[in-house]
């Protein structure tokens, strides 16, 4: 049972290049979502998934898409890499009802320079 | 956006003290959740509190969730190395995907 699976592990990109970071889950969760924690703070919400073909935006949105085709998987797209993106990324997957935790990735460490 | 104020933000302790840490909130949550972050890893879940006032305890970890809703606390007793970590409380919605709201997190050292 591999939970929530997130790849790559690490990436470095130059400012200005887009890329995806990939999370997938095979829990059959509808609900899944993307956070960044930077140093010090905790996790903040980037956006979320309810189900397959609905997103929504999270608490700090500004730089990043998403979609969901499926409900297995959640790409985190960056449409132009700023060095204000380096942060760790976090994807997180949960059951509908209300008392399901989240389960998390291992996250992805990314490095805009 | 809703801020969690977690506290302390560090703790350097010896082997076999206890341990306690909190978080308040400005709003109201329908979930309280206690998370450990490892190195390299993911956030894990060590303790849900679902209602008020609930009291939990998962071994040495014991839990609560206050009476207002806008506040919990993690306690450890008789603390051990591999406790060392950062603890994260997060506040969770029941609307909008049960998203969460995280604290600033705690990190713990412990001197064998």
């Known amino acids: 049972n591999a939970g929530v699976t997130q790849t790559p592990k690490f990436q470095v990109l130059k400012t200005g290049q887009s890329m995806t970071l990939q999370c997938a889950q095979d829990?059959?969760?509808?609900?899944m979502s993307w956070y960044r924690q930077d140093p010090g703070m905790g996790l903040r919400l980037i956006h979320y998934?309810?189900?397959?073909?609905?997103?929504d935006q999270g608490e700090v949105p500004n730089g990043y898409n998403v979609s969901r085709s499926t409900t297995e998987d959640f790409p985190l797209r960056l449409l132009s890499a700023a060095p204000s993106q380096t942060s760790v990324y976090f994807c997180?997957?949960?059951?509908?009802?209300?008392?399901?935790?989240?389960?998390f990735g291992d996250g992805t460490r990314l490095s805009i320079l | 956006g809703q801020q969690l104020n977690q506290s302390p933000q560090s703790m350097f302790i010896q082997e076999g003290e206890d341990v306690s840490m909190n978080c308040t909130s400005s709003?109201?949550?329908?979930?309280w959740l206690w998370y450990k972050q490892d190195p390299g890893e993911g956030p894990v879940l060590l303790i849900a509190?679902?209602?008020?006032?609930e009291l939990t305890s998962n071994g040495r970890l014991t839990a609560q969730f206050g009476i207002t809703r806008k506040d919990s606390f993690l306690n450890i007793s008789a603390s051990i190395p591999s406790d060392v970590g950062i603890y994260f409380c997060?506040?969770?919605?029941?609307?909008?995907?049960?998203?969460?709201?995280f604290g600033g997190g705690t990190r713990l050292m412990v001197k064998p």
């Open positions: 997180a997957s949960s059951y509908r009802t209300p008392d399901q935790p989240q389960h």
């Open positions: 829990m059959n969760h509808e609900y």
């Open positions: 998934s309810v189900g397959a073909g609905i997103t």
């Open positions: 709003s109201i949550f329908n979930t």
């Open positions: 509190l679902y209602k008020a006032g």
């Open positions: 997060a506040g969770q919605l029941y609307n909008a995907g049960n998203m969460l709201t």
